[in-house]
């Protein structure tokens, strides 16, 4: 198995991420545990929950927004693009949801977000609380 030798898992990690997480895909596949930068692993698993979650959030904020302006801006265009948005940000978000990731949703938390944004550009009355559900969020 492709062992370190002349570079600490560490250093190697911080000089050549490439590397190290070739090397750490090998050890994986051959089922080397006693090899693997475990520190640094975790950190980068950990890593990429957080920036998954951080793009669910956001494309949700997206949706908020574009729903609010639909239901609560009658009159102004261009209603047909924001439809295109909403559709958009759904799709990416079929492509990403897990169930766990569903569970780590704080819907009010983004809708709180999404009503501050649409605030600074129009002077609406908003519910305070979230008016959708998850589900209705994820089907317009």
């Known amino acids: 198995m ?5 570079n600490t898992p560490q250093t190697l990690y911080d000089s050549d991420y490439h590397h190290w997480l070739e090397i750490t895909i090998k050890q994986l596949k051959c089922q ?16 990429v929950g957080r920036s998954d979650l951080r793009t669910v ?9 574009h729903r609010l302006k639909l239901e ?11 439809h295109k948005e909403i559709n ?6 079929e492509d990403l949801l897990t169930t766990l990731l569903k569970n780590k949703i704080d819907l009010d938390t983004i809708y709180n977000r999404a009503k501050r944004d649409i605030l600074d550009d129009y002077n609406l009355e ?9 589900n209705e969020l994820l089907k317009f």
């Open 32 to 47: 080397d545990f006693s090899a693997l930068d475990l520190k640094n692993l975790i950190e980068e698993l950990e890593s």
């Open 88 to 93: 958009n940000f759904q799709e990416q978000l």
């Open 72 to 82: 609560h801006l009658p009159d102004i265009e261009p209603r047909k693009y924001w």
């Open 126 to 134: 908003l519910p305070s609380d979230c008016p959708y559900s998850l």
């Open 57 to 65: 959030n956001s494309l949700l904020k997206q949706i908020i927004i």
């Open 2 to 6: 492709a062992k370190l030798t002349h």
